[in-house]
């Protein structure tokens, strides 16, 4: 079945540093989404991508849906505290109904 | 509430026994997914119910696993003679047609765990 490689698995970020994670896929999808998620809560969607090449802000965040539609990349600028959690790409094609989704980015605050 | 919710919140059963899992989704949502997420691992898929279609089971990883639908609004998951390799966070999501392709809202989730 499809799969979502996702990287880095996970990082350490300091308040004030940029952040950037992205997602690979082998086939393309028609819609990219990303999502965050706090403990013991589900995910919540943050940014999501419809058309190849276009890129998206929501605050601090931008992401972009690859040209080649089997990729797409997510970055928070000037990281805060409450930035911290698990974070999801998913991808989405037209012809099926399920959303699937990558492993995870797990950021956690330097100690 | 406004949002998805879902019952039990955690769950301890024993090996063997069966399980039922609720999700009552978002008035008017008309589409309603099941995800398993096993400690630090992704979502994984498991059902998915859109309207009266019948739903897409392509996910559901034995027939121990069975979900429905009823009245196109409450959803329950059951899992029959439960494994410890069933132990996992259940989560429950739905959408509408006011929402773009793929914009869920997720419950948070049932924990099962399996002794």
């Known amino acids: 079945g499809q799969q979502l490689n996702q990287s880095p698995q996970s990082m350490f970020i300091q308040e004030g540093e940029d952040v950037s994670m992205n997602c690979t896929s082998s086939?393309?999808?028609?819609?990219w989404l990303w999502y965050k998620q706090d403990p013991g809560e589900g995910p919540v969607l943050l940014i999501a991508?419809?058309?190849?090449?276009e890129l998206t802000s929501n605050g601090r965040l931008t992401a972009q849906f690859g040209i080649t539609r089997k990729d797409s990349f997510l970055n928070i600028s000037a990281s805060i505290p409450s930035d911290v959690g698990i974070y999801f790409c998913?991808?989405?094609?037209?012809?099926?109904?399920?959303?699937?989704f990558g492993k995870g980015t797990k950021l956690s605050v330097k100690p | 509430g406004a949002g998805v919710s879902q019952s039990p919140s955690n769950k301890v059963t024993e090996k063997g026994k069966d399980v039922e899992l609720r999700c009552d989704p978002i008035?008017?949502?008309?589409?309603l997914y099941w995800y398993r997420q096993s400690l630090g691992q992704g979502l994984e898929f498991l059902i998915y119910?859109?309207?009266?279609?019948?739903?897409?089971k392509s996910g559901l990883p034995s027939d121990r696993f069975s979900a429905e639908r009823t009245g196109g609004s409450v959803s329950t998951l059951t899992i029959q003679r439960t494994q410890q390799e069933d132990s996992a966070v259940y989560l429950c999501?739905?959408?509408?047609?006011?929402?773009?392709?793929?914009?869920?809202?997720f419950g948070e989730g049932s924990r099962l765990t399996v002794l």
């Open positions: 991508l419809y058309k190849a090449g």
């Open positions: 999501a739905s959408t509408g047609q006011a929402q773009g392709t793929g914009e869920l809202f």
């Open positions: 998913a991808g989405h094609l037209r012809s099926q109904g399920n959303l699937i």
């Open positions: 086939s393309i999808f028609n819609t």
């Open positions: 008035s008017g949502h008309t589409a």
């Open positions: 119910f859109q309207g009266n279609s019948a739903p897409d």
